[in-house]
Structures are given as C-alpha cells and as structure tokens.
C-alpha cells in the first residue's frame, strides 16, 4: 500500500480544492449546493441519470456533469454520495491517485470501503451529517448548526475536513474507530424512531375517527415542546408525563384503554413506560416506592 501524498496545504487553501461528487441524491445536492454557497469550488458532479446529475449542477456556476471517472479525474476532493449499499463498488471501479481525497457521507460505512482508492495513493475519509435529507432545498436549510462526523486516518484531510465542518456554519465530531454500527444506531432513536413513536399516536387518534392530519396538528407543537424542555433540562429532568410525576393511575387508565388495540400497541407503550420510570427517578420526581408501583404495574 502506497503512502498517500501530502493534499493541498488544507485548510488554508480549502478554497481552491476542486470538489466533486459521484452520486447527486439528496444528500449529494444539499451538500453540493452549501458548499458553493460557503465559496467552496464544486466543478463536477457525476449521476447515472443525467437530469440528477443535472439538478446538482444547475445552481452552481461552473459546475460540469461528467463520467464518474472523470470526476474523479477533475477534482482533488471527491465525496461519494451514493446510496451505501454501493459506495465500495463505486469506489472500486474508478482509478484514483495520489494527492486526492475521496470522502463518503454514510453513518453506518466504515471508512475501509474506500481502500481501493487508498491503495491506489489517495487519502480517504467520512463525513457524516447528522441531519435528515428528505427533500434537497430543505436539507440544504437545515445544514447550518448540525453536527458533521468526520474521520480521517491522515491529518492533513482531517484538517481539511474539519476546515469544510467550519465553512458549512456546521459542528464537528470525532469517532472513536469501530464505533460507527453504535454511533449510526443512536441516530435512529431521535431519526426515524421519532416516526415510529408518531405511528402509534397518530393509530390511536385514528380510533375515534380522527385523521392523520388533525393528530399531527395537535402532536407536533408537543413533541415540539418536549425537544425544548430536553434542550433547557436534559433528558430525565426535562422529561413531561404522569411518570414524571408519580401518577400511577393515570399510566392504569392509559393501559386499560390501549388493550383493545392489540398486545404488540400494549406492549410497546409497556416497554416505553419502563424506560420512563428511571428517568424520572433520576430527575428526582418520584421515590423508590413509587418507581417500584409503576415497575410491578408494567409487568402485571
Ligand atoms: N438522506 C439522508 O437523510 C442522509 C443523511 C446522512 C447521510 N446520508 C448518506 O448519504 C449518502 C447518500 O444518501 P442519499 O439519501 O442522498 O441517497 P439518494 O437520495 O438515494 O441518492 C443517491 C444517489 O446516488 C446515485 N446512485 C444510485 N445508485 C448508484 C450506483 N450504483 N452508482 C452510482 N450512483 C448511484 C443516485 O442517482 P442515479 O440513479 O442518477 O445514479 C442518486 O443520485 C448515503 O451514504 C447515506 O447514508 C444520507
């Protein structure tokens, strides 16, 4: 295995790396566009249909849609943005070189994949945005302030890197290796989760005919609420509900009126409120006696 040339005087010449992208999703074109708009130059993007490649490159000036090899060819700073499942391959079928950096933006991909492109003299790293990309321009928005995970095993990119966290307004984080199965699963609790979490509310509101719409009307300024109090008191202390405040009867009436909903509905809201009761314990709104009463009404 070669070892890689020094990149770019990184980061005071991070405005002058030429930057591409392989794949031009989601995550591809928020990523893209903040970056040309942080004055960040992104001269070529590839995608295999064209008019993706095309949605990428139409806001940037001077930004060309070309082969994947010819990306790779153009830039210094190569992020491969493609669906995770094909990073590796992406990566293996494209010649890279010396003096280049190949990035991807996976959670869960441990930097390895791209060990094709290390062999051939290029530095390789992660760059995690810990945010959801569901619709580009809202991504886009929701950049600024987000935590990005970076991982580079040679200093001059991690230098690089953490130079692009700062110019995208973003806030940085360094992984421990080996880490990133755990570090992508505590995601998915305040990610998808919370969707999952909504699902159950939203079924139990459409029980007495309500819709989707009038429950999210009613659920999203609480959830809202609630994200709020976890900013301002943490988790256990800034946890609302009757466990919080030792109501037992409440959490009964609670249960008695979810059974006919099915024992999976039951049991989950069972496995929840477990999980609640030490926390309110630690936040010192209930004592022993009471986090026993409502661990014995759980398990009955
Ligand atoms: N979306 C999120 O919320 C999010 C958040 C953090 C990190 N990420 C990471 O960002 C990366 C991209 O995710 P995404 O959500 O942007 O995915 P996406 O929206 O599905 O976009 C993937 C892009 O890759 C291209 N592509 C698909 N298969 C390909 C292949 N075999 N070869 C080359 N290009 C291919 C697709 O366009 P063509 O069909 O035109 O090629 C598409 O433009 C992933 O590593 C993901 O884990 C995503």
């Known amino acids: 295995m070669s070892t890689p040339a020094p990149l770019l005087a990184w980061p005071e010449d991070v405005a002058s790396l030429r930057i591409g992208f392989i794949g031009a999703g989601r995550l591809g074109q928020a990523l893209a566009w903040r970056l040309a708009q942080a004055g960040l130059k992104v001269v070529a993007v590839s995608s295999r249909q064209e008019a ?10 001077g930004c060309a849609c070309l082969s994947a090899q010819a990306v790779a060819d153009a830039c210094d700073l190569v992020f491969v943005t493609t669906p995770d499942s094909v990073i590796g391959a992406t990566c293996d079928g494209l010649t890279w070189r010396a003096g280049q950096a190949v990035v991807h933006c996976s959670g869960v991909t441990e930097v390895g994949v791209l060990a094709h492109a290390l062999a051939q003299g290029a530095s390789i790293g992660g760059f995690h945005p810990m945010q959801t990309f569901g619709d580009s321009h809202a991504a886009a928005q929701s950049l600024p302030g987000c935590t990005i995970t970076v991982e580079a095993a040679q200093p001059e990119l991690m230098q690089g890197l953490l130079a692009l966290v700062a110019g995208l307004q973003c806030v940085p984080n360094r992984l421990p290796a080996g880490m990133r199965g755990r570090y992508h699963a505590a995601a998915g609790y ?3 989760f919370i969707n999952a979490l909504f699902d159950q509310a939203v079924r139990l509101w ?3 005919g309500a819709t989707e719409e009038e429950a999210l009307r009613a659920l999203l300024p609480l959830a809202q609420g609630t994200l709020s109090a976890i900013q301002s008191a943490g988790v256990a202390r800034g946890m ?16 008695a009126a979810i059974a006919p909903m099915g024992p ?3 049991d989950f809201y069972k496995t929840l409120c477990a999980v609640t009761v030490p ?5 010192g709104g209930i004592d022993e006696a009471q986090a026993q009463g409502f661990t014995d009404l759980l398990k009955a």
């Open 52 to 61: 993706q490649a095309l949605a990428l490159a139409s806001p940037i000036q």
């Open 190 to 192: 305040t990610s998808q």
């Open 206 to 208: 459409q029980s007495w």
């Open 240 to 255: 609302p509900g009757p466990v919080s405040r030792g109501d037992l009867s409440s959490i009964e009436k609670h249960l």
């Open 279 to 283: 926390l309110a314990r630690q936040a």
């Open 264 to 266: 999976e509905m039951r």
